[in-house]
Nanobody
């Protein structure tokens, strides 16, 4: 019954790279905006990056220039390429499907989240 599944997390050293993937099993993937969020222990979930159906993007200021969100509609998949990882990037990363863009900002669909994938950046 799970329809949104993240993968690609792991343990990396500072400065390392990871690519996260999120696969939406639904056939309407191409018609949905997608977002990546993260949540560290004791902290609120925050938007990391989002991509619209037309390819427009929005990024958390602290990840601009380091992270890139992209989508492959043929594979029903959204990616988050993460470079130059820092310890403060450590969190569980969640995929969100079906949010909305309004004036360049992404607003989550709070009813549809993936299970999360752990990213740990440590030396």
């Amino acid at each position: 019954q799970v329809q949104l599944v993240e993968s690609g997390g792991g343990l990396v050293q500072p400065g390392g790279s990871l690519r996260l993937s999120c696969v939406d099993s639904r056939t309407i993937f191409s018609s949905n905006a997608m977002g990546w969020y993260r949540q560290a222990p004791g902290k609120q979930r925050e938007l990391v990056a989002a991509i619209s159906t037309g390819g427009g993007t929005n990024y958390l200021s602290s990840v601009k220039g380091r992270f890139t969100i992209s989508r492959d509609n043929a594979k029903n998949t959204v990616y988050l390429h993460m470079n130059g990882l820092k310890p403060e990037d450590t969190a569980v990363y969640y995929c969100n499907a079906g949010g909305r863009f309004y004036r360049g900002a992404y607003y989550a669909n709070n009813d549809y989240w993936g299970q999360g994938t752990q990213v740990t950046v440590s030396s």
